[in-house]
């Protein structure tokens, strides 16, 4: 068990990143497929309706349990926020640019087409937290 400890203490951030970074892809998954398919959204405008609310919840989970924010001012927390959000809005617009690609130029499904950008965002979104957004005070 200590081997998962040290595991754990090594790569607990990307480890914590994983699983928050899967939940709030699950988030914006699900969402899109609610307004998408269920709702009969434009497929555009649910993507954006589906990127708004995972990136207010990759907001809270990423400060808090990921990256372990300690900015404890309200400027503090409010120049994260305005940082976060900055830098989801550039891989969103990758986002919505990579699903109007694939889907009115190559003609994917929508779901196929958002679970494929999915990953790319993914990583993106972990460098842009990781350099810019939580940066650790150097002590």
């Known amino acids: 068990m200590t081997w ?3 595991l754990f203490d090594r790569y607990g951030e990307i480890i914590n990143y994983l699983i928050f970074g899967v939940a709030t892809t699950v988030v914006n998954i699900v969402v899109f497929f609610l ?3 269920i709702l009969s959204v434009p497929y ?3 993507n954006a309706i589906a990127i708004i ?3 207010l919840f990759a907001f809270f989970t990423n400060k808090k349990y990921v990256f372990k924010s300690q900015a404890m001012s309200r400027q503090g927390n409010w120049e994260e926020f305005v940082r976060f959000v ?4 550039l891989s969103g617009l ?3 640019l990579s699903m109007w690609i694939l889907v009115d130029m190559l003609l994917f499904g929508t ?3 958002k679970l494929l950008t999915q990953f790319i ?3 993106l979104n972990y460098v842009f937290s990781k350099f810019f957004v939580f940066k650790q005070e150097e002590e």
């Open 4 to 6: 998962i400890k040290d």
């Open 35 to 37: 307004f998408d398919t």
């Open 44 to 46: 555009l405008i649910a």
């Open 53 to 55: 609310l995972s990136i």
């Open 86 to 89: 900055s830098f989801r809005v």
């Open 94 to 96: 990758f986002d919505m």
């Open 111 to 113: 779901n196929l087409a």
């Open 121 to 123: 965002v993914v990583v």
